[in-house]
């Protein structure tokens, strides 16, 4: 197995849906576009598609999730620093 | 009597700040999430040092995707480097995961193809972090609820494998592997005896819930957000009658938070369990003189 193409297309179809929904319906030709071998491709011909469903759906949450936390993070540090810079010229004035 | 010092600590996280200062004397450590700090403004910094001059501290990395063909960044591993060298931790440790491929963010821990190639992958990523560290990190095994595509070995030969290419030693996680040998059919303390008990250096117990699969099957999810599930304070217990070193034991909660003492208690469960697998131990050690 080639390795960073492997998990390059895993990475691909656990956060794609457009391209898992593809793989699904053609797991081989899709494997093929990506440039694995077909031994490869024959290893994702038997794919654990339930888990590939939850596992997909598992990952949506979690970037979800992030986005969240990132948005708090940011808002938090913006108002943080507004607040360092109105300090420091009232202290000035 | 038990020779071995081990060790039950908690998961920091802010929510459980005023818990975790008012019952410091029954913490023996606190875990820390190290990528939450790598960007993080330096008075935040500066209270992790506080907090690691008061309580024992390890770090706890969840993005640097070791276990791939892929090399991991440098500039990933010098900020751990960076945040060891500021908080001086007891030890820093990361997941045998990949996490990105191809350009993409997988947003999560995903378990790559268990075979030769990614053996060897994370085993080179584990030695390229030790030597960016300046200190070698504790792996943990994780939680899949897809039997990963193209594997060609066993989840315990892969694990067993990695660790005998590398010097780094495990964290064993054993709600991951509760929740896989009920998602993938195996037996968990069989799964146990396989890997080498001589490479448990530390442990996370957590909970999880089943969620329902499209064909009706149900899977086990760890999510860290429910009670420690009695198997696995079993698996503790077997977990310290396996391992011939002192163990330090880590309950994660991330969130759907109970009550302090409900955390405590599950810690004095899970001294309990190791209590029981020493004893058990001492036993075999007894009959083998």
């Known amino acids: 197995m080639s390795g960073r193409a492997f998990e390059a297309f895993l990475t691909r179809i656990y956060v794609d849906a457009a391209a898992c929904a593809r793989f699904r319906a053609n797991p081989r030709a899709e494997a093929r576009s990506a440039g694995l071998s077909e031994e490869e491709c024959t290893a994702l011909e038997n794919t654990d598609w339930v888990g590939l469903e939850m596992a997909a759906r598992s990952f949506a949450h979690k970037r979800g999730l992030k986005r969240k936390k990132h948005l708090r993070t940011s808002f938090r540090n913006t108002l943080r620093s507004l607040f360092a810079t109105f300090s420091a010229r009232f202290r000035r004035n | 009597m038990n020779k071995f010092t081990d060790r039950v600590g908690l998961g920091w996280r802010a929510d459980l700040a005023a818990g975790i200062f008012s019952n410091l004397d029954r913490i023996d450590l606190l875990e820390v999430i190290a990528d939450d700090f790598f960007n993080a403004p330096r008075r935040e910094v500066r209270a992790l040092q506080t907090l690691a001059s008061q309580v024992s501290v390890v770090l706890h990395g969840v993005g640097m995707g070791l276990a791939s063909s892929a090399p991991v960044e440098a500039k990933r591993l010098e900020k751990m480097g960076q945040l060891v060298e500021q908080v001086r931790p007891q030890f820093w440790s990361e997941h045998l995961a990949f996490v990105r491929g191809g350009g993409l963010e997988i947003g999560h821990l995903a378990a790559p193809p268990r075979t030769v190639d990614t053996v060897e992958g994370a085993a080179k990523n584990m030695s390229r972090a030790t030597a960016i560290v300046s200190s070698k990190p504790i792996m943990e095994n994780i939680a899949t609820l897809i039997d990963p595509p193209g594997s060609t070995l066993s989840e315990s030969a892969w694990i067993s494998g990695i660790l005998a290419s590398s010097d780094c030693d495990l964290l ?31 442990i996370h117990i957590a909970g999880g819930k089943f969620i329902s699969a499209p064909d009706g099957s149900q899977r086990l999810l760890d999510d860290h957000l429910h009670d420690v599930p009695d198997p696995v304070f079993d698996l503790l217990e077997e977990a310290a009658a396996l391992s011939p070193n002192s163990l330090t034991v880590i309950l994660e909660r991330d969130g759907a938070y109970p009550s302090m003492d409900c955390l405590l208690a599950q810690m004095e469960l899970a001294r309990q369990a190791l209590a029981r697998g020493r004893a058990r131990r001492a036993v075999a050690e007894e009959v083998l003189v």
């Open chain 2, 172 to 202: 064993l996680d054993l709600h991951n592997v509760y929740a896989n040998s009920l998602n993938h059919g195996y037996d968990p303390k069989a799964f146990l005896r396989q890997i080498p008990a001589a490479r448990f250096r530390a």
